[in-house]
């Protein structure tokens, strides 16, 4: 018979657990809000800011605003970060550079619909190879969540007209946007294989550092090119722009998916990607005026399902 200790601390444990999957939750709709805002500065960007450029001033300045918070814990693990080095720019370059400059490189010749069908790829990719890498093996019911949220974002992205599909032109900027999708794959099993002292906080802000220096010769190269569209333009528009990308999708939106990661694995969290049009668009209406659609409110009756779906079995939560 359970003495009055061992129900208390089972009550506690019981709830501390219902408390980190509510939290999880709250992350799992919390990363794709904060990632929407990218796609307004994907819209404002390209006149303002070259794509180096935006990389660089987003992520240092998102290293420093983050960096404030976590000072303490550098002070208290200094000895530590020098053994970080080669992990902290190998996710740089793949999540800060490639995630961060390729994207808007390849938005100058390709359309915005290719984009969303490319990178809704990049769940998939992570998936398979959390299977293979992590042993996070998903189950039947989750692969069907999986591919109902895929049916879902892409009823969204076509609007709703599947003989769309069939129409669809690939140029050269597709590649790019393939690149990135790849990279984000890589970027998100890395992150999840590699342990690392310090904290989601702390981690974030050595990444986004590695990621800003290595990037910072390209966007300087990119400037002395002397060609049009890799020129910056510096004011108001300019630094509002920035300030909004490092602080939503950079700063918020990685910091809640490296944590949302550890909490149920690499494979669910890159579910949240799915979520990106939906926010999107209400983003879109919000700020921009943009209508809503039927096909919105469709996409979001198969992906909400999907993604509940898929992260039904707990996996270290």
Known sequence: MPTQNTVVSTTHEVSQTTAISIFSWVLIFATPAFWSVNYLVARKAPAFIAPHMLAVARWGLAAILLGIFAWPEFKAKRHLIWAERWHCLALGMLGMWMCGAWVYIGARTTSANNIALIYALSPVFIALAAALFLKEHLQGRQWLGVAVSL???????????????????????????????????VYSILLKRWPSPFSPLARLVLIAASGALFTLPLALLEASSGLAYSQTIWNST??????????????????????LQKRIGASRTALVLYLGPLYAAALAWFALGEPLHSYHAIGAAII???????SQTKVND
Do not use: K, M
């Open 151 to 185: 049916l879902g974002l892409v009823h969204v992205v076509i609007q709703g007209q599947w003989y769309a599909i069939a129409q669809t032109e690939f140029v050269a900027g597709d590649a790019w946007i393939l690149g990135c999708a790849i990279a984000w794959a």
């Open 238 to 259: 300019t630094v509002l722009i920035v300030l909004g990308a490092a602080i939503f999708p950079s700063s918020g939106a990685y910091l809640a998916y490296s944590t």
């Open 304 to 310: 909400l399902p999907g993604i509940y779906l898929a």
